[in-house]
Nanobody
Framework: QVQLVESGGGLVQAGGSLTLSCAAS????????VAWFRQASGKEREFVAA????????YYSDSVKGRFTVTRDDAKNTSSLQMNNLNSQDTAVYYC?????????????????WGQGTQVTVSS
């Protein structure tokens, strides 16, 4: 079982940047696909970005493409989400999730392990 803990959230002005981290414990993240989701107040959880188990492929939602970058460091057992040019629409609780196997999916229901989330608030 993989335990995930997110960090790095906070309050930032529109146009600013934040980097979120997802640290894994109990098991290595190697061979797990890692994804980031977010959930704004009153809305459903939505896919943000994902990176496959090898780090060779990344995926982004249209709303963050070109502004966010997902990476992984298996030596440190972490994944990061670099977020640039933030706007008020990015305000949400951000979650990292992991699933084993070769398939990278944007569906939250397909991920087995989740962190507790970290709040990102963008002020305009």
């Amino acid at each position: 079982q993989v335990q995930l803990v997110e960090s790095g959230g906070g309050l930032v002005q529109a146009g600013g940047s934040l980097t979120l981290s997802c640290a894994a414990s109990k098991r290595t993240l190697r061979l797990y696909n890692v994804a980031w989701f977010r959930q704004a107040s009153g809305k459903e959880r939505e896919f943000v970005a994902a990176i496959n188990w090898s780090g060779g492929k990344t995926y982004y939602s249209d709303s963050v493409k070109g502004r966010f970058t997902v990476t992984r460091d298996d030596a440190k057992n972490t994944s990061s989400l670099q977020m640039n040019n933030l706007n008020s629409q990015d305000t949400a609780v951000y979650y990292c999730a992991a699933r084993p196997g070769a398939l990278v999916t944007t569906e939250a229901r397909n991920y087995d392990y989740w962190g507790q989330g970290t709040q990102v608030t963008v002020s305009s």
